[in-house]
């Protein structure tokens, strides 16, 4: 079984800020599919949905879960809110969920301080009444797959990342 930490969960839950903030404490390398996918690509994310469509990139995202699968291990991965579809998920390491409500989600990223950039690089979150639906699509699948649940409503990060480091060693 693989060692990395497979870190899922909605976007905007926080799982890229999470995943910076836990490498530099446990001292791990960590890599995020999103960025994975925009260098092997060399384009944005946006960009990709806009010119190549969705389909195109859940491909993107099956390859890199099969790079993932091949060569990474010991590392802290952070994925993009539809990653969890990848076929080959449970066998990348132990899956961790940052679980929140919408409107917790909502409220944390409309109330950034980079709210409209975070808002705009981020396709399927430009209507939220789309997003919301999309959340209630998805809420049941991501604790399903998933082997840790980290509820982080109103939780300090430094006590989020302590509670992924003891429940994965557990
Ligand atoms: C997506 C989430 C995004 C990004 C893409 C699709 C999704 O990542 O992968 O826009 O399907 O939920 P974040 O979860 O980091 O925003």
């Known amino acids: 079984m693989k060692k990395n930490i497979i870190l899922i969960g909605f976007m905007g839950v926080g799982k890229g800020t999470t995943a910076r903030a836990y490498a530099q404490?446990?001292?791990c390398f960590n890599i995020d599919t999103d960025d994975l996918i925009e260098s092997k690509e060399n384009q944005k994310i946006k960009e990709i949905f806009e010119e190549k469509g969705e389909k195109y990139f859940?491909?993107?995202e099956q390859s890199c879960a099969d790079w993932i699968e091949l060569s990474v291990d010991n590392s802290f991965v952070s994925c993009g809110g539809g990653f969890y579809t990848v076929s080959n998920l449970t066998k990348l390491g132990t899956v961790v969920l940052l679980d929140a409500s919408y409107e917790w989600i909502f409220n944390r990223l409309s109330t950034a301080e980079n709210s409209k950039a975070k808002l705009k690089k981020r396709p399927l979150f430009s209507e939220p009444k789309k997003a919301k639906k999309l959340y209630k699509?998805?809420?049941r699948a991501y604790k399903k797959i998933a082997?840790?649940?980290i509820d982080v409503e109103?939780?300090?990060m430094k006590s989020i990342i302590k509670e992924i480091h003891k429940k994965v060693k557990a």
């Open 25 to 27: 404490k446990y001292n």
């Open 147 to 149: 082997n840790i649940v």
């Open 58 to 60: 859940r491909d993107c």
């Open 137 to 139: 699509e998805r809420e």
């Open 154 to 156: 109103n939780k300090s």
